[in-house]
């Protein structure tokens, strides 16, 4: 059974503050891993999909990195709008075309 | 309009009404997807048409009824509900075998 597991729960980091955010996962043949962005109300905002491992990718102040167990997400100097629940999530090898998701860690950052 | 739009935004529901959730998306997409979303919990993939089959996620209980017409619209019918299955029900789209998912907004549905 494919599994995501994220780490941590829930983040809390002043404004300028950098760190990282982690997605385990365990999937019989990997199509691809997904971040999504969700704010409160809204559906989940696709940030990035990495394929292989040593595979990174960047947007603004997000970087993503993919080994063959976890990927994870940096953040570097957040600021406030950054504030959000970054979801994680695993496309397997076979089966439905659908995608595996870890729980999200909720990230606050403060001014 | 663009993107994945889903009505209603919001819904409140005795056990022993009928209603149904509807989703539109303006993408060109050929495959849809309904997924729940509870507290706690990571997303859980209900439904998915691809390519106009239909694959189930068998562990969804069968008060709950998707219809898929075309490529562009999609709908999850509701009877018999539980408080349980109050959720966020989000509807996404995407090329089959592709990279990512377009999300709706989702539809907060109470359960009363």
């Known amino acids: 059974e494919d599994q995501v597991t994220q780490s941590p729960e829930a983040l809390r980091l002043q404004e300028g503050e950098s760190s990282s955010l982690n997605c385990s996962y365990t999937?019989?043949?990997?199509?691809?891993l997904f971040w999504y962005r969700q704010d409160p109300g809204k559906g989940p905002e696709f940030l990035f999909t990495?394929?292989?491992a040593g595979e990174e990718k960047e947007k603004e102040r997000l970087k993503a990195t993919l080994t063959k167990k976890e990927s994870f997400l940096h953040i570097t100097a957040p600021k406030p709008e950054d504030s959000a629940t970054y979801l994680c999530?695993?496309?397997?090898?076979?089966?439905?075309?659908?995608?595996?998701f870890g729980k999200g860690t909720h990230l606050i950052i403060q001014p | 309009e663009t993107g994945v739009t889903q009505t209603p935004r919001h819904l409140v529901m005795g056990m022993t009404n009928k209603k149904s959730l509807k989703c539109e998306q303006h993408?060109?997409?050929?495959?849809m997807y309904w997924y729940k979303q509870s507290a706690k919990k990571p997303l859980e993939l209900m439904f998915v048409?691809?390519?106009?089959?239909?694959?189930e996620n068998n562990s969804v209980p069968s008060r709950f009824s998707p219809e898929c017409p075309n490529s562009s619209h999609l709908f999850l019918h509701l009877h018999t509900l539980q408080p349980e299955d109050s959720a966020l029900y989000l509807c996404?789209?995407?090329?089959?075998?592709?990279?990512?998912?377009?999300f709706g907004s989702g539809t907060r549905l109470t359960v009363v």
């Open positions: 996404a789209s995407s090329q089959a075998g592709s990279a990512g998912y377009t």
């Open positions: 999937v019989s043949g990997l199509r691809g």
């Open positions: 990495l394929y292989s």
């Open positions: 999530a695993v496309r397997a090898g076979g089966g439905a075309d659908g995608l595996t």
């Open positions: 993408l060109g997409h050929n495959a």
């Open positions: 048409y691809s390519l106009e089959e239909r694959v």
